[in-house]
């Protein structure tokens, strides 16, 4: 039974997907997701109700369809961050106007002069997929990358949930695969690179086949959404910041939503082009041989410490209960509903005088709706997986100095910490020639239950 | 709405206990209402919709205004300054220690048979004082000393940040040192900082930004290993000493002040820490106000946390 709904489920995203494709919008993925999460829910509990929403839930597309007509898709509120924050409806719904202000919306982006983005690329990858009159191609962004990064750009298409690692939530504004410092923003070229390449070891392909103006128009995009987000999570958190006299609304001056608000953020993303990390050249003066071998010292000493993630065999089997900082959101949500839910059972209402009930009831509804929404806005967490440095496949890039930047800035939003001003440039080097040689250092006698130390081994 | 609607009933139907039918008549009413709705032309809505009138003139506003240079600060300016002290403390009981699980680098982090504890809620045993808890200023109108160019120490030995809740200034550098004889790597959280400090080297951090609530260290290859900072624009910010006293001095004078209290175990949203008080009035989000007279020393005495105040 299960899994046949299952098999079921997976149907219906696909007929929703096909539809949403077929009818260019009919369909955006703010209803496609949440409802294919909405049965989930309920197929936890009840199989067999769930049938009778699939079948409603396939007919509500090919109803839709039949117009001809297309619903403006509509971007989705960070409704997990909203639930940490404990915001009202009507909070949420002003920080949903203020988006609208500043940003538009997913088939009509707006970008304000301080925002420093291009809006006529904004609209080549904007907007269900068309073409114009002299037969230019629109709407990149949904054919192209929406089913995985959504509509939003949080990361959560409708395949999001079949793919590991999971696509990349833009909203926090942090990017892996970058020639900038950890702090820093990627650059444009950085996000240009990512696209055409894809990242190896993940489900995100290569756009070699797009035109580069297109990639060009993408990598704005996805800035865009970026910055979107990133304001969002700002808007959100200042609530808290409030005082009393505010009752509860943010200000909608230009002091605060531009200046206090817009700007840091925009501004972070321009300084990311002056923020390139100093690489110096390879040192020339060693052997390859003797580099491999101080790399391997390195590796396994107390300095770089690469072993207690990476492991003593390098098969990336070392440190794996951590989370990244997408996931540890999702846990730390999770740990709240969880200790909230254990001590209102522990709570007895006997005593309690009516503002205290009311105090009571009021905690048990933001829990339930807490819980809700990770249900169906958040993806399940999963732990980090460090790499496995036999395989020779590295996400962001195979170039000595795509490894150098990764030694020297660790990865930002992942628990890979900076080698930058504790381990010297031309120890990076080693460590880089070390770890360029591992997918080579094969023992043929090697059982795959009997991984040997590396550092014993060559 | 349709969207809305399923998912509401949806919900209903993993949480409250009802019979079998009545979701699905939940269920089919819902498909009655989504046809409906799915009518020609009807948007789809997720969560909270836009007001996209408000929402264009606004636009239109941001886009017609520019930003006033320094509008006059109205607000009331005092003249001197005062210094304002307390001490928490704890009216429950805090119970056993809890030994955290030390799997790795054992040599080091539990040599002699040494064990870590858990350091999330400390209370003094004769005094009853509760440390750690932090309190910061949150609306400074002028600032008495400069930001020091001399760094603060956050250090780490026996897998252990010294400083369970560490407190900085903004602009001023933290040496951030590693007393271990293995390697560690220090990892503050919304700040981007996370860095290898190998055996007994240091380096320095200088925080750019004011944190707001205090934010996790923690070092990855230890997982145990967690501590919280703060950091704040005018270094108005004190954490409470073993015995659960504090003290803030140089605070502008003569002019409302509104301080935040924290504690990382704190039922309180987000670890705000509300007490009530006879003469300090206390609000949901763990904040009083406040004034001081020039050169005054306020003492607010002994500040208890209730047992229910506290994560148990």
């Known amino acids: 039974m299960n899994m046949l709904v299952s098999m079921f489920e997976r149907e219906y995203v696909t007929v929703t997907n096909f539809a949403a494709q077929a009818g260019m919008m009919t369909l955006p993925g703010d209803l496609s997701e949440p409802l294919a999460m909405g049965c989930r829910r309920v197929r936890d509990r009840r199989g067999h109700v769930c049938w009778l929403g699939m ?7 090919l109803v839709g369809a039949g117009c001809g007509q297309t619903a403006a898709a509509s971007y989705r509120l960070n409704l997990v961050e909203s639930a940490k924050q404990r915001l009202r409806p009507e909070q949420e719904q002003q920080v949903a106007t203020i988006l609208a202000a500043l940003f538009g919306t997913p088939d009509e982006p707006v970008a304000l002069a301080e925002c420093g983005l291009d809006e006529a ?39 999001a949930a079949f793919l590991n690692p999971y696509p990349r939530d833009y909203r926090p504004g942090v990017f892996k695969f970058k020639s900038t410092e950890r702090a820093d923003k990627p650059t444009h070229a950085d996000l240009v690179m990512v696209l055409r390449n894809g990242l190896a070891g993940s489900s995100m392909p290569s756009f070699a086949l797009l035109s580069d103006a297109k990639i060009d128009a993408l990598a704005e995009y996805v800035k865009y959404l970026s910055i979107r987000g990133e304001v969002e999570l700002a808007l959100m958190r200042a609530f808290f910041e409030l005082d009393d006299e505010d009752q509860g609304r943010l200000p909608d001056d230009r002091e605060f939503l531009i200046d206090e608000i817009l700007l840091p953020v925009v501004e972070s993303w321009q300084a990311a082009e002056d923020a390139l990390i100093d690489v110096p050249e390879m040192p020339t003066d060693i052997d390859l041989a003797d580099s491999i071998a101080k790399g391997r010292e390195l590796y396994h000493g107390n300095k770089a410490n690469c072993v207690k993630c990476h492991g003593v065999t390098a098969l990336g089997d070392g440190q794996v209960n951590d989370y990244d900082d997408w996931n540890k959101v999702v846990v730390q949500a999770h740990t709240t509903v969880q200790g909230g839910l254990e001590r209102a059972g522990e709570t007895s209402t006997w005593e309690m005088d009516a503002d205290e009930v009311a105090e009571y009831r009021a905690e048990l509804a933001w829990l339930d709706r807490y819980e809700s929404v990770l249900g169906g806005n958040a993806l399940p967490p999963r732990t980090i ?17 795509d490894l150098y930047y990764r030694i020297h800035a660790g990865i930002n939003g992942a628990p890979m910490p900076a080698a930058k001003g504790t381990v010297p440039p031309e120890d990076i080097w080693h460590i880089v020639n070390y770890i360029r040689s591992l997918p080579y250092d094969f023992n043929g006698t090697l059982g795959a239950d009997k991984p040997m130390v590396a550092r014993d081994r060559l | 709405m349709m969207t809305r609607t399923l998912r509401i009933f949806s919900q209903r139907l993993s949480v409250a206990p009802q019979p079998r039918w009545v979701g699905c008549l939940g269920l089919a009413g819902s498909v009655v209402v989504g046809l409906a709705a799915a009518g020609c032309g009807s948007a789809v809505v997720s969560g909270p919709s836009p007001d996209f009138e408000v929402a264009r003139a606004l636009r239109d506003e941001l886009g017609a205004s520019t930003s006033e240079t320094e509008t006059a ?22 119970g056993a220690a809890i030994a955290l699980v030390v799997d ?36 400074s109108s002028r600032v008495k000393s400069e930001v020091p ?10 897998c252990e940040f010294l400083a369970p809740v560490f407190a900085g200034r903004v ?18 959280a919304g700040t981007s900082f996370n860095q290898l400090i190998p055996a007994g080297e240091s380096t320095i951090f200088t925080p750019a930004r004011e944190t707001g609530l205090p934010v996790t260290v923690t070092c990855n290859i230890h997982p145990w290993m967690k501590a919280y900072a703060v950091f704040r624009e005018d270094g108005y910010v004190a954490v409470s000493a073993a015995d659960g006293s504090f003290t803030i001095p140089d605070l502008p004078a003569g ?27 206390w609000n949901a989000k763990g904040r009083f106000k406040i004034e001081l007279k020039a050169d005054e020393v306020r003492d607010l005495g002994t500040l208890e946390v209730p047992a229910d105040a506290i994560k148990g």
Request: glycine share 12%; proline share 6%; with cysteine.
């Open chain 1, 55 to 61: 079948a409603a839930a396939l007919l509500i597309p």
């Open chain 1, 121 to 159: 690329k904004l609209k080549l990858a904007a907007g269900p997929v068309r073409s114009d009159i002299v037969g230019r191609k629109n709407g990149l962004y949904r054919e192209h990358c929406a089913h995985c990064h959504g509509v939003t750009g949080d990361g959560m298409g409708p395949t």
């Open chain 1, 385 to 401: 997986r460090p790499r496995n440095l036999r395989q020779g496949i590295y996400r962001g890039g195979m170039r000595p100095l």
């Open chain 2, 73 to 94: 600060d109205t607000a009331p300016q005092g003249i001197g300054w005062a210094t304002l002290k307390g001490r928490f403390v704890f009216s429950g009981s805090p």
């Open chain 2, 104 to 139: 790795k680098d054992t040599q080091v982090c539990s040599k002699d048979g040494m064990k870590l504890y858990d350091r999330s809620l400390l209370v003094d045993e004769s005094t009853k004082g509760l440390a750690n808890v932090v309190l910061f200023l949150r609306n």
């Open chain 2, 149 to 158: 160019t001399e760094s603060l120490l956050l250090d780490q030995e026996n």
């Open chain 2, 171 to 188: 602009g001023q550098p933290i040496d951030v040192k590693n007393s271990d004889p293995i390697g560690h790597n220090t990892n503050i």
């Open chain 2, 255 to 281: 002019e409302p002040l509104e301080f935040q209290v924290w504690h990382e175990r704190s039922t309180g949203r987000s670890g705000a820490v509300s007490l009530e008080q006879p003469d300090l009035k």
